[in-house]
């Protein structure tokens, strides 16, 4: 087969790959997609729930391991599945060969557990295509430029998979997860969901930040970015999932989904000095320490001071108020609260860019719904607002029906 | 710490680090060899039988495994284990830093699952000690001239920690098992059987290649090239083990131990057509499976044939077949005979070469019992002899006490 063959990157998370007969099914698809007439790069996760097992044990050891160490241990996992996988490959004739994220050419920055991709260096893959190879690669992990193994963070898997695709041109990035596309709604909380057939970098982007969980930010971005066609689908069975490209021929549809983000929590600073630079010194300290921070409010100031609220992924709270004992001292603030009880509902869609009532909607059907917002935030194509965790599944499903989303009854 | 301190290499096998806590056990240690003002490097092997496991899902997949593919698999092991122990160390306040054999520049040539170490490039691990680190090392792996993972098959951590040992200059090696020692015989077979607390290496590669397990026959060999001095200790106390040394406190001493190997079988050529050759041409084509043969022993030449027999690894039986099915026939044998219900027994000790009684003495005690001698060979300093493998046990304990191996009665 000639290098000029289109190339096809496919990536399978934990779930796909999480016994050996699964991996022999994607063995199997892979196959079959090399048959097609395409080059093959299989990016793999860890199987099942392989990397958390391996962080279990080093915490058995200390709660905070060594970084360099702990990328090293967990790394180990997406090697034992590429190279099962290339076992299997190579059994059924199909000649197939694994590569480390260091051997791929996948070079980082530094920081150890959430490290950046900063260049690829396709060579040695291409050259593994030409030599009539299905290539495999590790996901998640790659080579710093000072020669020692990082790791990306969560959901890095995803992220090797689009940025090497964008790296030698694949006709197309296929994400395989165990649902079968992107919908306008998580169907555990709203039956009536539909699976979207196409939706754009933007929107995409904007439901992922918003929570939905099928694809991280950072690979949609990078997919937007490279212009790498993405398309997410199921393992488990032969059907077209979501494609997420640019342009969108959802243009003409107003709304593509609602999602729900139950992981954050809510902190309020009171009493900020209402000085210029203020808030520039608050968020410089928290981005210092890596934690994202995502809605931003500021209340009109009274007496020289002012409260400021933002939402924070709950999993960087102890962090966080680390930084918040010192800074709240230091900035001359009253104190800072913390309320973990919230939940964030998003309502995504391009066509709202041009439908200046669509804010206004939603609000009304939370209301409709006696449901209290606390904060909210809207970009061009998107609308959140900040609401008890409590009433989070009934918001969503209220906003859905009202959006016209629902299904019609089957 | 200078870099001009002592350095010593640790090797730790399966057992040593077969849990989390185990690990812990040996990061003390190890901070201890550290606070007692030595540079350290340990080598570590997978945890228990993690390789195992691993080979266990490969042979789920295929009988014969791709073997590019089988060393990246097996390779996730000591990867695992030698974070971890970084981990455990850093955690200690006791800085550390973990490599992989491609990393430490373990330069191997391209025979997957059975690598021969060609050269050691320790500059990275030169400059990591420098750096004030202890160095933990991945056992039994390396990187072709080619660039490729490649391991060093069973025993392989071992012969990586004296190939590194002797590359450093280190003062010694300490191998810690499940043993505290080398013994006269195996103590689960003799129960008088002794310690010994200092042997050669010749002495040692006799043990060691006639079934004694404590030690990988390479990894002495590769220790007496380099001039490598070798302690063998448990890791379960703080006593001696036994040091394996450039000549010998023993060359007063005649005999150093008998060992028995029940793993081998033997196989028989008939009607081998007696012709200059012969004999090369068969054990070319054998060697060219990789396959060790041990003893051989052609009979007398008879109306034109000879039978020749030798003996040969279990394991390798299926391979071995498969060259002696074709090699029969290609060289005009009459058929080939497989017995593999033999055993090996060997007594071992510098002193004999200066004895020419020692083999018959041998003979003697077996004779006495009524155990009939199958195959003899012998080397300066070795007698072995292939016997039934039911009569293998108690063999060993006849010859131990004859040669006054036998502890006083505690």
Known sequence: MSTHAPIVVQKFGGTSVGSVERIQAVADRVV??????????????AMGDHTDDLLAMAQRITELPEPRELDMLLTAGERITMSLLGIALNARGCKAASYTGSQAGIITDTQHGAAKIQEIRPKRILEALEAGNVVILAGFQGLSHEYEITTLGRGGSDLTAVAMAGAVGAEVCEIYTDVDGVYTADPRVVPTARKVERISYDEMLELAAAGAKVLQPRSVEVARRMGVPLHVRTSFDEHDGTWITEGSEMEGVLISGVALDADEAKVTIDAVP?????????????????????MIVQNVSHQGTTDMSFTAPRADLPRLQGVLDALTHEIGAERFTVDDDIAKISLVGAGMKSHPGVAADMFDVLA????????????????????????GERAVRAVHTRFGLDSAPG
Chains 1, 2 share one sequence.
Do not use: H, L, Y
């Open 368 to 391: 409709s719904e006696a449901i209290n917002i606390e904060m909210i935030s809207t970009s061009p194509i998107r609308v959140s607002c900040v609401i008890r965790r409590e009433d």
């Open 274 to 294: 209402d000085r210029p630079g203020m808030a520039a010194r608050i968020f410089k300290a928290i981005a210092a320490e890596g934690i994202n921070v995502d």
């Open 32 to 45: 079959q997609t090399r048959e097609a007439g395409n080059d093959v790069i299989v990016v793999v996760s």
